[in-house]
């Protein structure tokens, strides 16, 4: 603690002293091989919001000078871009501090949060398996609230030392844990080490004509709902996907036993364009028309283009929609990540399109978000 006690000012600063809780309160929540993933916090108005709205005078100079310290002391390091370096954290627009591990300690004791013990790696250790084994249990631990470490470590063992191959993961989920079948969704190392069979994809499909021009994925369900029983003709020459938010990026998506299409009772799709349909998705036939991505106007829509783009290179982002949710944030109709549980939500890497990278990626730095459903249906336009 005593190298904490030349910056104890610093330290009782509201804004700093609340991020020193936010991060400690995440390192709470964290397993010790974790800690390896990079804590970074956005400096925007939602976490330093005095550096764009001080109270009293000089107030703002004040917390700046205190964020120089703690960098100058390596608490902090800082994320920025090269051509912002100059600027006052006020003027930047993605820069983040990122902290340094080093000092969990002294802080804890400065604030007075003692360290939360992690005993899950204890419990492992003691487990009477092979090394390799065990380090299958630490990267893909497994919490139940209700449950103490030692019982859930114990029906983990029992799932892995058991031949439970090709069963469904969410019936083996629920048999092994306490009737809780989605314990496994996320475990890809654990259902392809017991070869478990993850739950198909199901694709909801709908066509205005018997055959298509352009193919559009849809990221939520109330929108794709509207469109399908729109009256626009905007989509009239379009195939229309829900693609259920990341579920349309994984890869058993373009194998038949990976996913399942259900065709809407209204599509007009005939037989020869289902099975055009099918040879796409599922053989790759190249197609001479447009795939479209829409989703919501946040860093996960934008990640959600970018990992169904992984298995359908042609993707493009579908402009109509997203121009709509940009006037969105020009009329203030738009919301801070904070109101919607979004701050956590991991920013986006370049996608090589312009108007995402140039366009949408640095509207979203502004911390402005805009859901999917805020669009007219009936008002689109090409």
Known sequence: MNCLIS??????????KKIFHLILDKLDQQSSNLRSHKIKVPINNQYLPTLYSPKNFNDDKKLEDAL?????????????????????????????????????????QFYNRPLVLDTWL????????????????I??????????????????????????????????????????????????EIIEHCCLKPSPIVLHIKSFR???????????????????????????????IYSSGFKA?????????????????????D????????DWIYNNYEMNINVYFWGDMDYSGINIFNTIKNIFSELQIWKPGYDELLYAIK?????????????????????????????LIPTLHKEEFVDQEYVYIEGLKL
């Open 210 to 240: 018997e055959h298509f021009k352009n193919i559009l994925f849809i990221e939520n369900l109330d929108t794709y709902t509207e469109i399908i029983d729109s009256k626009n003709s905007i989509f009239n020459d379009y195939l229309i």
């Open 122 to 137: 204890d419990f492992v250790n003691e487990v009477d398996c092979t090394a390799e084994l065990k380090e299958l249990i």
């Open 68 to 108: 120089l310290k703690l960098v100058e002391k390596e608490i902090f390091s800082i994320e920025e871009r090269k051509k912002e370096s100059f600027k006052r954290f006020s003027e930047k627009e993605s820069t983040k501090l990122i902290f340094n591990y080093a000092y969990e300690r002294e802080l804890r």
């Open 7 to 16: 910056i104890e000012y610093e330290l009782q600063i509201k804004d700093i």
């Open 139 to 188: 990267r893909n631990r497994i919490k139940v609230p209700s449950k103490s470490e030692e019982e859930v470590l114990q029906k983990f063992i029992n799932l892995l030392t058991s031949d439970n191959c090709n069963m469904s993961v969410r019936h083996i989920s629920a048999k092994y844990f306490w009737g809780l079948s989605k314990i496994l969704d996320k475990k890809t």
């Open 271 to 278: 037989k020869k364009g289902r099975q055009v349909f099918k």
């Open 249 to 269: 990026a994984a890869k058993r998506l373009r194998k038949t036993d990976g996913s399942k299409l259900f065709f809407e009772e209204n599509c007009q799709l």
């Open 331 to 359: 009329t203030n109709d738009s919301h801070r990540p904070i109101d919607s549980d979004k701050v956590s939500q991991q920013e986006p890497s370049p996608t090589g399109d312009k108007y995402i990278d140039e366009i």
